[in-house]
């Protein structure tokens, strides 16, 4: 490949430089690994853009090359590389070494074969210690040495453990200019003192959230929304018991959580076939018939080796985000469980799989936790909601549109899929879909009903052409305009984490602001029960005070704060 001449950070010379040239016996891993160790400049596990760069550059690729590396390899838009996303960049400037560009088709077809390590300039003695290092600890004859893991310059191990070990820290505060979030230390400087969340009383921290955050305190979109909501926005939640009436309050998991995708609809309108369908395999435990199967929520992750994990083990676990479910008690933690396998997309994507909703009051009585709040809780979380429907199967029953009704606020989370679309011929599908499109609007109450997609998506049967013929067409382009749907969440999830810690911002402060005036309404020490069946009686009335008083839109709709507010008073 033809590389300019002029501008070389590294001088001319680098260019004959070849870190492969080294007869070093050593994995990949592990060579990108000290790589990685070596870039990271304030050894944080978090390879920012700075470094970044400066690494990078090593390559003698062009910036605009180099800009679409960082991109394809952060596709989460995390600001960061850990070690993961750092190997696959490294690939990727391997491959623009050899084709002179890169693109997201080019890796995709490079990646089916084995990739050779990228030219880097100015390794070398890196290098070879690190040859000498690996071979004094394959040589149990070396005076010396140990088997422990190489090392960098400053003594740490090449790779650092992470996983369920890591000490959670979600309910710390820090004073001064050192925040702690995820394992990984925001600022520096010694006199950061440790402050509990009970100690610190709304007026510190309605004090400190004037001072804006610094690059110091973040290295990444997530570390700040961490420290804006475990600094300022916690302790007002805690103080106005927001936690108790809308949304529990959010654990450092729940900012570091991997998208995840929420499944619902009817029994028997294909939800675990899909799932079947999108990972190519059958996941642990999966069952599949005519017949209501699924009988409990289903969180399908990415694990090596396949296993099946307990409610009740999954809520006590700090790296997982499913702890705020722990408030539904035994009842659903019995019919909660996590599945996990080896899957490509459920490396980037977690797919939640839930009971099929069934008609009549006998199975709404049955149910031992409340299956509504429950699917609001999920809904709330997730970066993407399918409801699934049969062509054979349009009733929507009186618990699907309560279900539906917790998802008001999540909009743009919604999609339809008319799912077994082969088993009925063209004119009934037309049928079918203008009934499904007329069935959404009155329960949705909308004019813009949620985008539907029509198709088969089974993957043991292929798509039936023997009812309509011309429809094979229509549901290929169908299913593939989902999956890309699918494949883009990761893209969005940075933007959706955002969007969704704003929503909840925007609901505390309403919560907060209705709070403070019925506070203030209530008498000291006389009169208490009087003054609380006069604001009861009164709630829309005192909503429109706060609405005037501090120039709420009106479009901010107040019905669960005044529901929480009547709930308060009674307290």
């Known amino acids: 490949m033809h590389r300019e001449q002029s501008g070389n950070p590294f001088g001319d010379d680098a260019q004959q430089l070849d870190p492969r040239g080294f007869s070093v016996t050593v994995d990949r891993d592990t060579l990108y690994s000290s790589w990685f160790q070596l870039a990271d400049a304030d050894h944080d596990n978090k390879l920012t853009g700075p470094d970044a760069v400066k690494f990078f550059e090593r390559s003698q690729l062009p910036r605009p090359v180099l800009a679409k590396v960082w991109a394809l390899a952060d596709n989460a838009r995390k600001g960061y590389l850990d070690q993961a996303t750092f190997a696959k960049a490294m690939d990727m400037i391997s491959i623009a070494q050899s ?112 001072k804006p955050l610094s690059m110091k305190h973040c290295t990444s979109i997530i570390d700040g929304l961490k420290t804006i909501y475990f600094n300022k926005i916690k302790p007002l939640e805690e103080a106005y018991k927001f936690g108790s009436f809308f949304s529990s309050l959010l654990t450092e998991s729940d900012f570091e ?55 009740n083990t999954l809520i006590v676990q ?36 839930t009971p099929g909703v069934l008609s009549g009051e006998k199975q709404r009585i049955e149910r031992t936790y409340n299956f509504i709040d429950v699917c609001g809780w999920f809904a709330a979380r997730c970066d993407l909601i399918l409801l699934l429907f049969d062509p054979h199967k349009l009733d929507i029953s009186d618990e699907f549109k309560q279900v539906i009704s917790t998802l008001r606020g999540h909009d743009d989370k919604v999609r339809v899929v008319l799912n077994k679309a082969d088993q009925v011929d063209q004119q009934q599908l037309m049928r079918v879909y203008g009934a499904l499109m007329w069935s959404l609007g009155k329960v949705f109450k909308s004019p813009e009903v949620c985008k539907v997609y029509i198709g088969s998506f089974n993957a043991d049967k292929p798509i039936r052409t023997d009812m309509n013929p011309s429809g094979e ?67 829309q009335t005192e909503f429109g005070m706060v609405q005037r008083e501090y120039h709420l839109p009106a479009g901010e709709s107040p019905t669960k704060a005044i529901r929480s507010s009547s709930t308060m008073l009674l307290c």
């Open 257 to 311: 959580a991997k998208p995840s995708v929420l499944l619902l609809g009817q029994y028997s309108t294909g939800k675990t076939t899909f799932i079947k369908h999108l990972l190519g395999r059958d996941y642990p435990g999966i069952h599949i018939g005519p017949e209501p199967t699924t009988d409990r929520f289903v969180v399908v992750t990415h694990a090596l080796e396949e296993r099946r994990t307990p409610g």
């Open 318 to 353: 700090p790296d997982q985000p499913w702890q705020g479910l722990a408030q539904y008690g035994n009842g659903f933690l019995a019919k909660f469980e996590a599945a996990s396998c080896a899957n490509k997309l459920l490396e980037e994507v977690t797919l939640v799989d």
């Open 99 to 210: 084709t002179g560009d890169i693109s997201a088709d080019i890796y995709r077809q490079k990646s089916a074969k084995p990739i050779e390590t990228p030219q880097l300039a100015g390794l070398e003695k890196h290098n070879q210690k690190l040859q000498e290092e690996m071979q004094a600890a394959q040589n149990p004859f070396t005076n010396g040495t140990s088997t422990s893991a190489p090392t960098v310059p400053h003594g740490e191990p090449l790779v650092q453990p992470r996983g369920i070990n890591r000490t959670p820290s979600n309910s710390y505060t820090y004073k001064g200019s050192s925040q702690s979030a995820g394992g990984a230390t925001y600022g520096g400087g010694a006199q950061s003192s440790f402050v509990s969340p009970g100690k610190q009383t709304t007026k510190e921290a309605l004090r400190r959230a004037r």
């Open 473 to 539: 067409e229509l549901f290929n382009k169908e299913q593939s305009d989902l999956l890309q749907d699918l494949f883009e969440i990761p893209q969005r999830s940075c933007d959706r984490k955002v969007n969704e810690f704003v929503k909840r911002v925007r609901a505390a402060k309403i919560h907060i602001l209705i709070m403070g005036h019925l506070r203030k309404k209530m008498p000291a020490m006389m009169g208490k029960q009087k003054a609380q069946e006069k604001l009861l009686a009164n709630l």
